[in-house]
């Protein structure tokens, strides 16, 4: 085993780059499961799973609330409390140190935005399925995604037994239509500029490291 370790440290000592994949595996050993109805979602949303018979984060994700103020009192409330308040773990950071000078570029499917915080950087992490710190369009009318972090804090500040003021409840700034977190839940996340960019990015970097060292590092990524 520690041999592996060895020949691995080595891969990566003597790479010219580094691609780094990350799926939940990775969440789940800084311990946050998506999937699980542990400890910390029934201490967080224990009024969630009794109300609506949530079982799990993705659940939550999912689920159609019946009201925009129930919808972001759950998503505000995830949001502050995973992607803005909480700090950087061991494990990410041991990642960033792991990386040191080299260049990389990051795709993931995780959306709780945890790379940088961790200190790498924001154009060379491409989040797949999109992240829940930006916000957009449901009715993807050609705005492109934006920063949430204000209005999610303002909202998880005011939230009271799972509903927020309705006067916080966000609409688009272009149509007015309601706004929903900047995830791959329709073919609208698809179409905009920003992740049509981070695709080509993507690519970029595959290109510029063809034919040379590149280490890759699956972190957490199942079939
Ligand atoms: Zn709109």
Redesign the pocket.
């Known amino acids: 085993m520690e041999e592996n370790f060895r020949n691995i440290y080595k891969a990566i000592q003597e790479a010219d780059a580094l691609l780094i994949g990350a799926s939940n595996g990775l969440s789940i050993s800084e311990g946050y499961n998506i999937f699980a109805d542990d400890h910390w979602f029934q201490k967080d949303f224990g009024d969630f799973r009794s109300r609506y018979g949530i079982r799990n984060i993705l659940q939550g994700l999912f689920f159609q609330y019946p009201t925009e103020e129930s919808k972001w009192a759950f998503f505000s409330r995830l949001i502050s409390r995973k992607c803005y308040l909480e700090q950087p773990g061991p494990v990410m950071e041991d990642l960033y140190r792991l990386v040191g000078s080299k260049d990389y570029f990051i795709v993931t499917s995780n959306g709780e935005d945890h790379f940088v915080p961790a200190g790498f950087d924001r154009d060379k992490v491409f989040e797949m399925e999109g992240r829940l710190t930006q916000s957009r369009?449901q009715?993807g009318?050609g705005?492109d995604p934006y920063e949430n972090q204000n209005e999610i804090l303002k909202m998880a500040e005011a939230e009271k037994n799972g509903q927020i003021p309705s006067e916080l409840v966000p609409c688009?700034s272009?149509?007015?239509?309601p706004v929903t977190v900047n995830m791959a839940n329709s073919n609208a996340f698809f179409q905009t500029e920003q992740f049509q960019k981070k695709m080509q990015d993507y690519q970029n970097f595959i290109k510029k490291y063809h034919g040379k060292r590149l280490a890759i590092l699956e972190l957490g990524v199942g079939w």
């Open positions: 369009c009715n009318c705005t688009c272009c149509c007015g239509g």
